[in-house]
């Protein structure tokens, strides 16, 4: 069998970031060391799409780096049935995991991350049989060829994700990448009675931004702006006009969030404090308390207030980080996948299912 060209793990472990680009799904775990070091095994052993090998999660736990060193076709052939023999009584030096890692390999890096991105693809196996499972999708393989200039790579990477991820994966990438790219002094958002603002471009920005002019619309039956206000407290927009219509008094100091909104559709208003998150300060429980208390100063019952809180996306270190601490009875939302809503409930729900 002929083998695929083999590149270095620590140079898949570079390339896998301009692959799977911030917003990617699972990316975490698309990107991280295990991922290089299984998609480094699966070209060693010739786990590639139309090539006849598949891989068994093990196997990655197996290599070493005196084996992976040896790189000639002989010693790569030579290796695949030494690297699937029974594991009792089996010593190995100097492995690269232990063998109880083999799940993690499995679930975490194939399962759910490669395969869901379309970068490995798999066929039935009875759970009973030793024979390997998974590959790499033709096309991806070639992405690690040790032959790839920079500029070529990109392109081809590029043409990889347009070709073999989903829409919805493609237009979440998209939003993520636009807000991280953001360029200029300022934006302009549209509000929704039609008036525009200026706001102070960055992440931060692009957060606010959506959220008036997309989350707002889609979750609101007739929404308007009470206050938007940007990184630092400074307030971009104050309809002192519309708080006094809702008997809200807008307090002058520190204490409101980035944004209020609030949606005059229902029987009695309803206020939604928003706060954008793009390192810290998400609706945990302190906030929620503090802003409840506006809120009934001003006559709003809790159940005619809402707490929101807006992320670029849900797979962002900054909501891993802060999701611990986001209260119950609140919202999580992101700009990268706005037709969606996380709920942290802080009462019973029936499980639905769909």
Do not use: C
């Amino acid at each position: 069998m002929t083998l695929p060209p083999l590149l270095p793990w620590k140079e898949i472990h570079a390339r896998l970031p301009e692959i799977f680009p911030e917003g990617s799904a699972n990316r975490e775990h698309s990107i991280w060391e295990i991922a290089a070091k299984t998609i480094f095994v699966m070209l060693y052993v010739g786990a590639v799409e139309g090539m006849g090998a598949w891989l068994r999660p093990d196997q990655v736990t197996r290599m070493t780096d005196a084996q992976a060193a040896l790189t000639s076709a002989d010693d790569r052939a030579a290796w695949v049935p030494v690297s699937m023999k029974s594991s009792k009584g089996l010593n190995i030096p100097d492995r690269w995991y232990a063998v109880n890692t083999r799940e993690s390999i499995r679930d975490d890096t194939i399962r759910y991350a490669l395969l869901q991105n379309g970068a490995v693809i798999d066929r039935p196996v009875a759970t009973t049989s030793s024979a390997g499972r998974y590959a790499l999708q033709a096309e991806f393989a070639e992405l690690f060829s040790p032959d790839l200039n920079e500029a070529t790579f990109i392109a081809k990477a590029a043409a990889w994700r347009e070709k073999h991820l989903n829409a919805g994966a493609l237009a979440r990438i998209a939003i993520v990448r636009k807000g991280a790219a953001a360029s200029g002094t300022y934006e302009l958002v549209t509000f929704p009675n039609g008036e525009t603002r200026r706001m102070a471009t960055g992440p931060s920005a692009d957060i606010s931004k959506a959220v008036v002019e997309v989350f707002a619309p889609k979750f609101l039956q007739k929404p308007g702006v009470i206050t938007l206000s940007e990184s630092g407290n400074k307030v971009v927009a104050r309809d002192d006009e519309l708080a006094k219509a809702i008997g809200l008094t807008i307090p002058a100091d520190k204490s409101l969030p980035d944004i209020v909104l609030v949606d005059l559709g229902p029987a009695h208003p309803l206020l939604v404090f928003v706060e954008v998150v793009h390192t810290d300060g998400p609706v945990n429980d302190a906030r929620k308390t503090a802003l409840l208390q506006i809120a009934e100063g001003a006559g709003f019952a809790p159940q005619h207030v809402a707490f929101v809180t807006a992320y670029l996306d849900r797979a962002s270190a900054t909501f891993r980080k802060t999701v611990s601490s986001l209260a119950w009875g609140s919202y999580a939302w992101f700009a990268s996948e706005p037709e969606s809503l996380m709920v942290f409930s802080g009462k019973p729900l029936q499980i639905e299912g769909g």
